[in-house]
Nanobody, 125 residues
């Protein structure tokens, strides 16, 4: 089992920055993919960014504004959010998978087995 705990959410004005963290514990050596997902009220959960094997992918809506990184020594996944916009408002979830998937599937929530409880991000205009 892998336990994931997110932190760093909060309220920020449009154009500002926020950094989310996800601390992983348990059988972290089994983790091959990690990603960030978000879900706004009334909407489906969507993939934001993911990383595996030193590579990363981003949803088109955040590419160029968000950066995902993994600190293996600290077992922590980060999401640096810059130039945020009101549409970034959502609950953000960290996820991990012990299985490998093709790069095209890295933002597919069904590929992930472990999930954190989420951290709320609210962007005001």
């Amino acid at each position: 089992q892998v336990q994931l705990v997110e932190s760093g959410g909060g309220s920020v004005q449009a154009g500002g920055s926020l950094r989310l963290s996800c601390l992983a514990s348990g059988y972290t050596y089994s983790t091959l993919m990690m990603g960030w997902f978000r879900q706004a009220p009334g909407k489906e959960r969507e993939g934001v960014a993911a990383t595996a094997g030193g590579s990363s992918v981003y949803d088109v809506s955040v590419k160029g504004r968000f950066t995902v990184s993994l600190d293996n020594a600290k077992n922590t996944l980060y999401l640096q959010m810059d130039s945020v916009v009101p549409d970034d408002t959502a609950m953000y979830f960290c996820a991990a998978s012990p299985s490998w998937a093709s790069r095209a599937d890295w933002l597919n929530a069904r590929r992930y087995n472990y999930w954190g409880q989420g951290t709320q991000v609210t962007v005001s205009s």
